[in-house]
């Protein structure tokens, strides 16, 4: 029950950060092109003399031009930082990290648990090290004032994905080598299939 709690808070924050970070950048697009489009309607009325025209055009560009987007670009990079840190540790429980097992599929099957159980353990380790190491950076961070440009945000939040995401990684990689001591089968991800859709109710609808 608590796995099934992580999976899908999992699944949640990394649907919810890039849902986000794509709202920001497309009003930040919007917002940018919108001010160049009224400044071109602005002089384009002035040049015809409909002053009315070119009066409303400037009104509406001074108060879209009020709205400081600045802070977007710094939110999103921030945001897929942070999607890609938990994404990591999604694709280590759902398969769908690149792998190559030409060598590992010569080797005879005994052979070929050993070298995979090792390689989950060596990420495990690895990434329990990168977690232990971005604790402690943000432990340090936290004792200063440092602070994100444009949001001003404490940086020690900016930087809690490291050791967060690599310590979730980590328990992902011991989840995956526990299930594979078990059973002997790792995640596999059927890049084919779409979430939602049957291809066999698909194929029989259509015939």
């Avoid at 986000?20 to 697009?29: D, E």
């Avoid at 060596?122 to 402690?136: D, H, K």
Wanted: proline share 2%.
């Amino acid at each position: 029950m608590a796995l099934r709690i992580l999976d899908r808070l999992e699944e949640i924050l990394i649907a919810t950060l890039m849902g986000v970070a794509t709202l920001i950048i497309f009003v930040a697009v919007v917002h940018r092109y919108s001010l160049g489009s009224l400044a071109n309607l602005t002089g384009w009325a002035s040049g015809h003399e409909y002053d009315a025209l070119a009066g409303t055009f400037r009104q509406v560009y001074k108060t879209l031009a009020g709205i400081r987007m600045t802070w977007a670009q710094e939110l999103c990079i921030y945001l897929f930082v942070w999607m890609a840190k938990f994404g990591a540790a999604y694709g280590v429980r759902t398969g769908i990290h690149v792998g190559v097992d030409v060598i590992v599929k010569r080797l005879t099957p005994d052979k070929q648990r050993w070298v995979t159980g090792f390689a989950l353990l060596a990420g495990a380790f690895f990434t329990g090290v990168v977690g232990t190491l971005g604790a402690r950076f943000v432990m340090h961070m936290a004792a200063t004032d440092q602070t994100s440009t444009d949001l001003e945000m404490p940086m020690w939040i900016v930087y809690l994905c490291v050791p967060l995401g690599s310590y979730l990684m980590c328990f992902r990689f011991l989840q995956t080598l526990v299930t594979y001591i078990k059973t002997g089968e790792l995640p596999h991800h059927d890049h084919s299939h779409v979430e939602g859709v049957d291809p066999i109710s698909e194929l029989q609808g259509r015939t």
